[in-house]
């Protein structure tokens, strides 16, 4: 009966491509970056006392559930296909933009409540793995985190403009029409990527609790060693990354003093620049250095800029390390094409539901610790009295704190740490995982060579 329903539904727009995981990403992202001023808004209005406690609860229990469904619906993913999935994720994730206005306490219920579907890059990483050859993976892995990128590159700026302009009623609707819009491509246009032969040999297949329990999965990915590492390594370099993510704009604005046209700029900026990193730059260090270079080389970046954040108490700092931490944005997609060389190809989405789980779980403990420890450091972050004019055109900067402190960003300084201690367990994962999944293509029993993990062509079935 599930067959003869979905059956109908799997046609689509030409052939699987990347191309379609990323007008997927752009459109789910661009979409949720128009809310970002309204949203601070709405988030202060409702809880004005304890406004980052609150964003911490909020999106720890949206971490906690996302972490433990991405298993799940990446195994899922592997019988009954991508596309389903991609439909599911992105209709629950964009569910709660409509009900920001209307109620802002139901709102934020189902922003929570979304997490145990917003995994949704875990499906487009396996979608992009079905379509590719593994030696262009890393590549596409690229294009789709530089999609991301772009996607916030304009988005806050354009949001907050027709917020300041037109009001945030007017944000939201646009917000949901382009979600409509990226609900409608799915279905129109979006073919299903995974073989026909890999689907029917898996259809009727019973599930049962441990597929579906994602410590179980953590088990089983205990016992190969490889995948472990590099989930080791994802865990603590993505956990200090989201917790900057939850508090990075309104520091550079409370503490740093930028104005906020300047706040709007540096997104921009910043996001132009990842999109170079992780297309052009990508894909030559994965030529030049290899997959697991490349990885290390991303980690040492993402140390010197979140040093350079924690220490740094002049603009031009942290205009400097924006253009580092730009650099550092190449370590998730290196990272992806990484494991995703560690797991059959019938796995895909397996593997990558729990890279994407971990994530999820960090974006839920990430704030909590930052928060926690700019409260430990009495950083003041709550002092939230311009916050409805946080992105608007402004051109003089607030009045700065009265003292300043030795080190300003200590958060950043301990997620420098955590990103020390994930370079050093990166330094172990083998230089070429499942070796004989990509030798095979080649002989029968050859040991890798280095032209084997230098060479990283661009999409051989697409322009790029």
């Known amino acids: ?7 109908p539904l799997q046609q689509g727009v030409g052939r699987p491509s990347v191309y379609h995981a990323v007008v997927v990403i752009f459109l789910e992202f661009f979409a949720w970056g128009l809310l970002t001023t309204p949203m601070l808004t709405v988030l202060h209005e409702t809880f004005p006392q304890h406004t980052f406690l609150m964003n911490g609860l909020i999106q720890g229990v949206k971490g906690l559930l996302s972490f433990m469904s991405a298993p799940l619906i990446g195994a899922l993913s592997d019988v009954w296909g991508r596309r389903s999935f991609l439909l599911v994720t992105v209709f629950f994730t964009c569910a709660p933009i409509p009900l920001m206005r209307l109620s802002p306490w139901w709102y934020f219920a189902m922003i929570s409540m979304s997490g145990a579907f917003s995994v949704t890059f875990s499906v487009i990483f396996a979608y992009v793995a079905d379509v590719t050859e593994e030696r262009e993976r890393s590549t596409a892995y690229g294009l789709v985190s530089a999609t991301f990128a772009a996607s916030l590159v304009t988005s806050p700026a354009i949001g907050a403009y027709l917020s300041a302009w037109y ?3 007017l944000v939201v609707l646009v917000a949901t029409l382009i979600a409509l819009a990226d609900i409608c491509f799915i279905l129109l246009a979006v073919p299903e990527s995974l073989p026909d032969k890999m689907r029917l040999n898996t259809w009727g297949a019973p599930f049962t609790w441990e597929q579906a329990d994602p410590f179980a999965s953590l088990r089983k990915v205990g016992q190969d060693s490889t995948v472990l590492l590099i989930c080791i390594t994802v865990f603590l370099s993505y956990l200090p990354e989201a917790g900057q993510y939850s508090s990075f704009f309104l520091y550079l604005r409370q503490v740093i003093n930028f ?3 300047t706040i709007a700029v540096f997104i921009g900026v910043v996001g132009i620049l990842s999109i170079v990193a992780q297309t052009l730059f990508l894909t030559l260090l994965m030529r030049t250095l290899g997959n697991k270079n490349t990885v290390l080389l991303g980690l040492g970046f993402q140390i010197l800029q979140l040093a350079w954040y924690g220490f740094g108490s002049e603009p031009w700092m942290m205009w400097a390390a924006g253009a580092v931490a730009a650099m550092s944005s190449i370590t998730f997609p290196a990272v992806s094409a990484l494991v995703s060389q560690s797991a059959d190809p019938d796995k895909q ?31 003041e972050l709550n002092t939230m009295d311009p916050i409805q004019d946080q992105y608007s055109i402004d051109p003089l900067p607030l009045h700065g704190p009265t003292e300043r402190a030795l080190i300003p960003g200590p958060p950043f300084l301990l997620g420098a740490c955590t990103v020390v201690v994930a370079f050093l367990v ?7 995982p499942s070796s004989s999944s990509s030798s095979a293509s080649h002989d029968e029993e ?13 999409l051989q079935d697409s322009i790029v």
């Open 426 to 432: 990166a330094l172990f994962i083998p230089e070429k």
């Open 259 to 261: 104005s906020s046209t």
């Open 349 to 379: 989405g397996v593997v990558q539901g729990m890279i994407t789980g971990i994530r999820g779980l960090c974006n839920g403990l990430g704030p909590a610790l930052y928060g926690f420890v700019f409260f430990l450091f009495n950083v």
């Open 1 to 7: 009966m599930i067959r003869s329903i979905i059956k």
């Open 446 to 458: 050859t040991p890798p060579t280095a032209s084997d993990e230098d060479f990283e062509p661009l």
């Open 167 to 169: 009001g945030d009623n």
